[in-house]
């Protein structure tokens, strides 16, 4: 009989993760990937371009290489590096399906105050802004106009497939109007308009927001068949449209406000109307979804109560709101849309 020998490599490749992560992080936060856009470079190139020192340039670049971002023909100074095509289509800056906004906020700031994480777990408080005596995380964000930017493209960014991915999953040919709650920089408005030229719609956020939604939805020509509106959608009623939508939304919020939310919607709604929630929804055993499952952690050192969620637990929530039945739809990797029918 074969036995098989214990190792600890996945132990020690999960607790030294960071060393790839912030390898990653740094060459997002350098910009090496759009440099690398137009065909090979050797070490030198890449070394002038974006100022590097020549001590680890190599370490640096072959990491990336062995990490499976970067691919290099030769060896040392004759090689040359150039984009994988994963890198290509999501690393590289202008580009649609650009992702690395939530990768440079990781950078700019998840990545210190994850280090407050056994903190966070004993206390259950913020280990963010919040935990120096700043002000709360949205309030710092909104009351700042180039960290909004960043963080709306980061989320933009980081939600493009799941936008596309539930325009074609999704049946919006019965409906006729829909709302996007705390709809950043109208990316998720666009996506639909454009796949569905019957829908009237409308991008709502807080003040601060619209003017960036009005400009991204004037430049993708789409003025006249997506309205922007400001408010707070604690305090405002929603808009009367035919389905409502949030896209990482209510993961920011306690179970009370959860369900105030769903509410808010219900009651917006029509008959037959609906409304979509767009999340890293957590298996119902809680034991796949591992990215869920840390961007609940990531909830814990970022808010005051948000976390995420299981289908069951907004089954359970969109009962007590008032509406009838629930759908899973998988959207993307971990993502998936959960929608609640009225």
């Known amino acids: 009989m074969t036995t098989t020998q214990v190792t600890p490599s996945k132990i020690m490749d999960t607790g030294l993760g960071f060393w790839a992560s912030k390898t990653l992080l740094a060459a997002v936060e350098l910009d090496l990937f759009t440099f690398l856009t137009n065909g090979p470079r050797k070490a030198a190139e890449i ?22 971002f970067l691919i290099k023909e030769g060896k040392k100074d004759a090689a040359k590096y150039s984009n994988t095509g994963e890198v290509d289509t999501f690393l590289v800056k202008g580009r649609p399906t650009y992702v690395g906004g939530m990768l440079q906020m990781a950078n700019h700031r998840l990545y210190r105050y994850w280090g407050g994480l056994e903190k966070a777990l004993k206390t259950g408080r913020p280990q963010n802004e919040a935990r120096f005596g700043g002000t709360p995380l949205f309030d710092a964000i909104y009351a700042n106009q180039a960290a909004l930017e960043e963080f709306l493209t980061a989320m933009a960014g980081i939600q493009q497939c799941n936008f596309r991915a539930i325009a074609e999953k999704f049946d919006f040919t019965p409906y006729t109007s829909f709302c996007d709650m705390g709809g950043a920089d109208g990316s998720l408005a666009i996506v639909i308009a454009r796949k569905n030229p019957h829908l009237s719609c409308i991008s709502f956020d807080l003040p601060a927001v619209e003017p960036i ?12 068949r997506i309205m922007t509106q400001d408010g707070d959608f604690f305090k405002d009623d929603f808009p009367h449209t035919d389905i409502i939508m949030m896209s990482n939304i209510l993961h920011d919020w306690a179970e009370e406000e959860k369900i105030t939310l769903m509410k808010k919607a219900w009651a917006a709604l029509p008959e037959d109307g609906v409304f979509i929630a767009i999340e890293n929804v957590i298996d119902n055993d809680r034991k796949e979804n591992t990215f869920g499952l840390m961007m609940s952690l990531n909830m814990l050192i970022e808010t005051n109560g948000g976390f995420e969620y299981t289908a069951e637990d907004f089954e359970k929530w969109a009962a007590l709101a008032g509406f009838s039945r629930v759908e899973l739809i998988p959207l993307t990797g971990p993502a998936s849309a959960i929608v609640a029918y009225k």
């Not at 939604?213 to 006249?224: D, Q, S, T, W, Y």
């Open 47 to 68: 070394k002038m371009e974006l100022g590097l020192h020549e001590r680890a340039l190599y370490d640096f670049l072959d990491t990336l290489t062995a990490l499976g």
């Open 213 to 224: 939604a009005a400009k991204n939805i004037r430049e993708a020509g789409l003025a006249r």
